[in-house]
């Protein structure tokens, strides 16, 4: 027969049971409300990376636009004049950002006692006007 104290351990053991099933239980609703949280929050962001790659797109197409633009306006700028010259408001030895001169273009900086030199690797950079000589071609960098 069965003893009552063998019927005590059985309702421990199942009040146990009971209690472990019960904080599961608690556990599984709490971890789907965060699951829930989560798939909200990916969708906001999803959203936000789709505006993004729109704008970046948006962006790419302005910027494309400005340089045709400024080629047109270069080209319009050429055909005026020979390739290369300087506009017609430069001065003798003056240099535009970007453009490219050769050795022969542009003064010996030894010329120019009044600038500071100094040597680089690779070329010279005038402190007065930021130019460097690159060693490889033999033009000169604008900055």
């Known amino acids: 027969m069965i003893s009552i104290e063998q019927v005590r351990l059985l309702e421990q053991r199942v009040n146990k049971a009971v209690a472990k099933i019960s904080a599961l239980q608690q556990e599984n609703t709490t971890l ?7 798939q909200t929050r990916v969708q906001e962001l999803e959203q936000q990376i789709m505006q993004i790659k729109e704008d970046q797109t948006a962006i790419e197409q302005g910027i494309l636009s400005a340089l045709g633009q400024l080629d047109q306006l270069e080209d319009e700028l050429t055909e005026d004049g020979e390739p290369g010259a300087a506009p017609p408001d430069a001065e003798d030895g003056e240099v ?7 050795p022969d273009d542009y003064p010996d900086p030894a010329e120019h006692s009044d600038q500071a030199t100094d040597s680089h690797e690779g070329g010279t950079v005038l402190a ?9 071609s033999g033009e000169l960098e604008i900055f």
Do not use: L
């Not at 535009?96 to 050769?102: N, S």
């Open 128 to 136: 007065g006007n930021q130019e460097q000589r690159t060693a490889d």
């Open 96 to 102: 535009f950002a970007g453009e490219r001169v050769t």
């Open 32 to 38: 789907r409300e965060e699951i829930g949280a989560y």
